[in-house]
């Protein structure tokens, strides 16, 4: 059985930083893509990046210039650090990876999210 984690939300003021963490654990094979989501009150759950087994990432134009992601394969642990948060940065973060295990092939994880709230 697979398991995402999400950990390091919390209240921040604007401008500040915040840095979260996506563990996966279980009978886990390998894990390809995994991305960080988004979603806030009353609106739909949308992506904020993504990153590939090998390395290359991609971001929501929101998120360019104010988040990395990145990802340490040997702990199985993504990470999104964001700077210069905003108030519409508040919102439900919750990461999502493909995983192949050794029972079931390629499929996809959620985790049960991390709520990040910007306010003075």
């Known amino acids: 059985q697979v398991q995402l984690v999400e950990s390091g939300g919390g209240l921040v003021q604007p401008g500040g930083s915040l840095r979260l963490s996506c563990a996966a654990s279980?009978?886990?094979?390998?894990?390809?893509?995994m991305s960080w989501y988004r979603q806030a009150p009353g609106k739909l759950r949308e992506s904020v990046a993504a990153?590939?087994?090998?390395?290359?990432?991609t971001y929501a134009d929101s998120a360019k210039g104010r988040a990395t992601i990145s990802r340490d394969n040997a702990k199985n642990t993504m990470y999104l650090q964001m700077n210069s948060l905003k108030p519409e940065d508040t919102a439900v973060y919750y990461c999502?990876?493909?995983?192949?295990?050794?029972?079931?092939?390629?499929?996809?994880?959620w985790g049960q999210g991390t709520q990040v709230t910007v306010s003075s």
């Open positions: 999502f990876a493909l995983i192949r295990t050794i029972e079931v092939p390629r499929r996809g994880y």
């Open positions: 279980g009978r886990i094979g390998s894990i390809d893509a």
């Open positions: 990153i590939t087994s090998g390395g290359n990432t």
